[in-house]
């Protein structure tokens, strides 16, 4: 399947044209060298720190040595304590679910507020628009910080809800400007035909709209999963019952522990080392993010615009 | 602006009235974002008002006695104020200049890439360092860069160089901030460009091959004009938050030799503000940020809309 | 369209209703039931371990027997968290009816007037206050001639040690440094004369990490303290009658300071010391890459800590050596405090008449019932006693008290220890390491770490902390001047005593002189 998609889209790249003149030319060949040279430097760039902390998170106990020799610790040696103790720690799937709900509620909430949002702003012809634009720009640009938005949250009653953990960031300006970016780039044609064939502005956005931003409409609902995912500054101030607690919550203290235990004779880690426990919680946590991303670059195919254009 | 005006506005000004009805599930589409935009944003600048106050705990935020701008001129006023602004400044415009070009032309890459399986590889680890929390990336720096155990002193050792002690070092510091912010980050903000990649016509590509363009002109004259509107908000979007320069990096990765160059407007605020209840100045430096950004994004959307028609922000 | 619409409507309350989990209301101080209701922030134990399981029996004891119905939430395992979290608490006027908090903060919440005056409670809880409340406690938590919290004892004092590799000065014939001189001479072996025989130049004299605050360790810090009172200015603050004030203003520091740059320019530190955080460092030492080291008692030698470096070096050993001897004679491991958690009652609390409740549950806590529950958990569950009335883990496996089923039923065990004899030998119990069969035991760490010499800087914890920008002058001047940033001459260092003063630094020296006068805290 993979094979074929390649196939496809090297068809929309470089496509076999009905007379034979047009052929890669030598700029285009050095191109393709240039891209490919970038690509494989980007991935040792990207790979050698990522290997480095992968491997960290296997590292047995009693590991000696340089952190360049640990990047060559055969497999055989790995040691998987650290994964282990995290499992097998009591807070940890308390944690994790918590996370979860945190992740669906948020994105849900945070799409069904912001699609809307950035619809409105990219109907060019609704009066006020300029209005909307400036009133939806200024909290961006003005971040009072802490304290007024934990008032906020205490005087609405949200404290120690989950939702207070993504609520205040359901509608992130950033996103919605991004997406009416991309909504302002849909053929007006297509908006318009549609109007004149009677439909509502909210048909519109489901049924043109929608179908035709499924790419932005993933990929602004992954940024808003990751950042409510990650979130620890809202959970530590807003929730209190320690049974609601969100992974960012329990990663930190682990990370931060040595800090403060006094009575250190003591870990929740049994054998593993502190290092490896770190590394391993970086990966724990970034699981759920790595299984939807593939899915979500299923969306990403190119033309996909185009292609509904002409259909 | 008035260039702008497409033709069908050029028609006669229709009656406002009309407008507002012929528009009004519209506004009903928006009522509720609207309703929770409100409360969730204006809310907290109303609660902004302590900046301007002396906060008092029991007193809450309107009880509070007013003491004007005594909170800004505490801060313009403090010993590393021009120190401060210089960091900010010099890492936010630093992250722009570095960050912004790298994952643009990764994106670009990735696009263009016609090698199936490196193309999926880049794509899929490009932003996985993104995941990495700054604790963790403090982990990371140090395993590479540590003066007598990171893997590329150990590589300058093994040319018979002297080791570098990267992250306490004024001269190398900075560049470690951003260089290990691109390296988080480009996969990540990369996302973004090539969503708008995919939404490029592929017939113009098949149509400059035709005319005899080569790759690298069609990178300059569609790929990149048909993304610039992404770029140009994402930039506007970048310099609205310019005194933002990173506190969570600058916070792990900071330390006393480095103070000089390191420490930011945020970092201030957190070891002044927030550790020592001083929240009306911690307030009154956000809105003093705010200012800031409004002016750059007001000035930069004007040189945008007039040099770009129909990319500026508003 | 108006479906639509009221679907949206729908799923979004259905959103924030479905994820929101019974908040905590605030409630009168009686309930319905007759119970009151305690709101208590508690610092965990085991910071990474879990927070207490809603089955505790503890929460059925409290109230059934003395009606109180306990709310326990873990405060963050890092200070400046905990700070953030209190401090925006009480901004909102919300803090709970008893936490823990740091001095420093304790005095802003004091200024605001969110915390109650406790010096009428301590009467009320006769049992605790004989165990954990003496004069130096109370003095911890008085501000302006009123108690404003309870100061439980923390870490107990003195419980670290300058140790060496004994194993390396034999391999060289070398004897146990002395005085300065020799430990230099020590240092210079164990960096350039392959201590470790391992035929690579991987190994430094010195290892150390930046661990320093406001208070008591002030920069370079702790880890370097045998080397800073060797020139008698180890802390912070001296608070000897002769020279009280900041140790900065005496010559010998600059003395000091002379000698640490040294340390890094002959190489003998390692070079990683200004980058490390402390789990670096404790790492680097299992893996053998310095052979001295400042360490805590229980870090060097508790079982689970020692157990790495034993399987690495069989015949490795550390041994606790007296602080070398300064140009003057002066010798000190470095400077001690008394440790103490600061429990305070906010003002709400007291106001809504619960005060007494809530010394009715510390008081309990230091009952025998209480103290055992949540030192150690439950007797046949988590611990059993050995013949010496000691709570050891048997083989009760993981739902001992150090297990990982277990350890969770004591994370409040902070709020009851109070360095007892039964909690050290419970805590650091005898036992042999795995690879090399040695016979080890972190009480006995503890007490050869205690017998040597220590400057007593008692009360450091109360003195006032600097302006932020004080304390980043101070510290960022001292790191610039040991990494060579700045050349360590007298005149740069006249510069930086003139700058310090001028920024604010003599404002903070006085206030501490007037406060060390006026508290007593003068020797």
């Given amino acids: ?311 | 602006m008035k260039k702008k005006d497409s033709p069908e506005l050029m028609v006669p000004k229709p009656n406002l009235r009309r407008e507002i009805l012929r528009h009004k599930d519209v506004y009903l589409l928006l009522l509720i974002p609207f309703v929770f935009y409100i409360v969730f944003k204006y809310v907290p600048i109303f609660n902004a008002q302590i900046a301007f106050k002396n906060f008092r705990a029991r007193d809450g935020v309107l009880g509070s006695a007013w003491i004007g701008l005594q909170n800004f001129t505490d801060f313009f006023n403090s010993f590393y104020f021009w120190e401060l602004l210089r960091n900010t400044l010099m890492y936010s415009f630093g992250k722009i200049i570095i960050s912004l070009p790298v994952s643009i032309i990764l994106s670009i890459a990735i696009y263009e890439c016609t090698h199936y399986a490196l193309r999926k590889t880049v794509q899929t680890l490009a932003y996985l360092p993104h995941f990495l929390s700054w604790v963790i990336m403090y982990g990371v720096l140090f395993a590479l860069l540590s003066p007598s155990s990171g893997i590329l002193n150990d590589i300058i050792k093994l040319f018979g160089g002297t080791p570098i002690d990267f992250l306490s070092s004024v001269h190398a510091f900075p560049w470690v901030v951003l260089l290990s912010d691109a390296w988080k980050e480009m996969g990540w903000s990369a996302i973004i460009f090539i969503a708008a990649l995919m939404s490029i016509d592929v017939s113009l590509f098949e149509a400059a091959m035709v005319e005899g363009a080569n790759s690298w002109q069609r990178v300059r004259y569609i790929t990149l004009p048909a993304i610039k509107p992404v770029i140009v908000t994402v930039l506007l979007l970048k310099i609205g938050t310019i005194l933002d320069a990173g506190f969570n990096q600058m916070y792990m990765l900071y330390s006393p030799q480095v103070y000089s160059i390191a420490d930011i407007i945020d970092t201030w605020v957190y070891r002044q503000g927030l550790l020592n209840f001083q929240f009306g100045l911690a307030t009154a430096v956000g809105l003093f940020k705010g200012i800031i950004g409004m002016i750059l994004v007001l000035v930069s959307n004007k040189l945008v809309s007039r040099f770009n028609e129909g990319s500026s922000l508003f | 369209m108006k479906k639509v619409l009221s679907m949206l409507l729908i799923a979004m309350l259905v959103c924030t209703s479905v994820f929101a989990n019974g908040g905590s209301e605030k409630t009168s101080a009686v309930n319905p039931d007759g119970t009151v209701t305690i709101e208590l922030w508690y610092g965990a134990a085991i910071t990474e371990a879990g927070p207490i399981p809603d089955d505790w029996v503890g929460y059925q004891i409290l109230r059934d027997e003395h009606g109180i119905d306990l709310h326990l939430s873990v405060l963050p395992s890092n200070e400046s968290d905990q700070d953030v979290r209190i401090q925006a608490a009480a901004a909102g006027n919300s803090l709970p009816d008893i936490f823990m908090v740091s001095r420093p903060v304790l005095t802003r919440l004091v200024d605001q007037g969110l915390v109650a005056e406790v010096d009428d409670y301590y009467a009320l809880m006769p049992n605790r206050t004989a165990q954990q409340y003496d004069a130096d406690s109370k003095a911890m938590t008085t501000i302006d001639g009123h108690s404003y919290g309870f100061a439980s004892p923390g870490s107990v004092a003195k419980n670290e040690g300058l140790l060496i590799r004994k194993d390396w000065l034999d391999n060289l014939g070398l004897e146990v440094p002395t005085n300065l001189d020799e430990l230099m001479e020590v240092m210079k072996a164990f960096t350039y004369d392959d201590p470790d025989g391992n035929g690579r130049d991987d190994t430094y004299g010195y290892g150390a990490y930046i661990e320093s605050d406001a208070t008591l360790k002030g920069y370079p810090g702790a880890r370097l303290f045998p080397i800073l009172g060797a020139f008698g200015v180890d802390g912070l603050w001296c608070l000897e009658e002769e020279n009280l004030g900041l140790n900065v203003y005496k010559p010998e520091f600059y003395d000091a300071m002379v000698y640490i740059r040294q340390m890094c320019e002959e190489g003998v530190m390692d070079p990683n010391w200004l980058t490390y955080k402390k789990d670096d460092f404790r790492a680097a030492w299992k893996q053998g890459r310095f052979g001295i080291m400042k360490e805590q008692n229980a870090a060097y030698a508790a079982e689970s800590n020692y157990a790495p470096f034993d399987a690495n070096f069989p015949d490795g050993e550390w041994i606790i050596i007296d602080p070398p001897e300064g140009p003057d004679g002066l010798a000190s491991v470095g400077a001690y405090d008394q440790n103490y958690r600061i429990y305070a009652i906010s003002q709400d609390a007291v106001d809504e008449g619960k005060a007494e409740k809530i010394c009715e549950l510390l008081e309990w806590m230091s009952s025998d019932e209480g103290y055992y529950l949540c030192g150690w958990g439950q007797e046949g569950v988590n611990y059993v006693l050995d013949e010496n009335g000691i709570p050891v883990t048997g083989d009760l496996g993981d739902a001992s008290f150090s297990g990982p089923d277990g350890q969770v039923y004591t994370q409040l065990r902070n709020m009851v220890f109070y360095n007892s004899d039964v909690e050290l030998a419970s805590r650091y119990p005898t036992y042999t390491t795995a690879t090399s069969g040695k016979t080890m035991s972190a009480l006995t760490a503890l007490r050869e770490m205690q017998s040597k010499y220590w400057t007593a800087a008692i009360g450091s914890g109360q003195m006032p902390t600097p302006n932020a920008d004080v304390q980043r002058f101070y510290e960022q001047t001292l790191a610039e001047f040991l990494s060579g940033q700045r050349a360590l001459t007298p005149e740069n260092w006249q510069a930086f005593l003139d700058g310090f003063n001028s920024i604010g630094g003599k404002a903070w020296n006085d206030e501490g002189v007037a406060y060390a006068q006026a508290n007593g805290l003068v020797r």
């Avoid at chain 1, 998987?80 to 996370?99: C, E, I, P, Q, R």
């Avoid at chain 1, 994105?107 to 060019?124: E, F, G, N, Q």
């Avoid at chain 1, 949200?158 to 960031?169: E, I, K, R, S």
């Avoid at chain 1, 203290?253 to 870990?267: D, H, K, Q, T």
């Fill in chain 1, 1 to 311: 399947m993979a094979e074929a998609k390649t196939k496809k889209e090297r068809i929309h790249l470089k496509p076999k044209m009905h007379n034979k003149t047009v052929r890669p030319t030598r700029a285009d060949r050095i191109f393709q060298i240039c891209v490919d040279v970038f690509m494989v430097l980007m991935l040792i760039i990207i790979l050698i720190p990522l290997w480095s902390t992968v491997t960290l998170s296997f590292r047995p106990n009693t590991y000696i040595g340089t952190y360049l020799q640990g990047m060559f610790l055969a497999p055989w040696d790995w040691s998987f304590d650290a994964y282990k103790a995290l499992l097998g720690n009591n807070g940890f799937l308390m944690a994790f679910t918590n996370s979860c709900k945190i992740l669906v509620g948020g994105v849900v909430c945070a799409l069904l507020l912001t699609i809307p949002l950035a619809y409105v702003m990219s109907v060019k012809s609704m009066p006020g628009r300029k209005a909307l634009t400036t009133i939806v720009l200024i909290p961006y640009i003005f971040d009072v910080g802490m304290i007024p938005a934990y008032l906020l949250v205490q005087n609405i009653g949200l404290m120690d809800h989950l939702a207070a953990v993504f609520l205040p960031g359901a509608i992130s300006t950033y996103n919605v400007i991004i997406m009416r970016q991309f909504f302002d780039g849909i053929p007006a044609e297509l908006k318009e035909s549609a109007r004149i064939d009677g439909c509502s502005e909210v048909q519109i956005l489901l049924r043109i709209v929608m179908p035709l931003s499924k790419a932005i409409v993933m990929t602004i609902g992954l940024y808003y999963g990751v950042s409510f995912w990650n979130n620890f500054f809202n959970a530590m101030l807003y929730i209190q019952n320690s049974n609601l607690n969100p992974l960012p919550i329990l990663l930190r203290n682990i990370l931060m522990a040595a800090g403060m235990n006094e009575y250190v004779e003591v870990s929740a880690f049994g054998n593993a080392p502190i290092e490896a426990i770190k590394a391993a919680s970086v990966f724990m946590s970034a699981i759920p993010m790595v299984i939807a991303y593939p899915f979500i670059q299923k969306y990403f195919t190119k033309g996909t615009l185009a292609g509904a254009v002409k259909g």
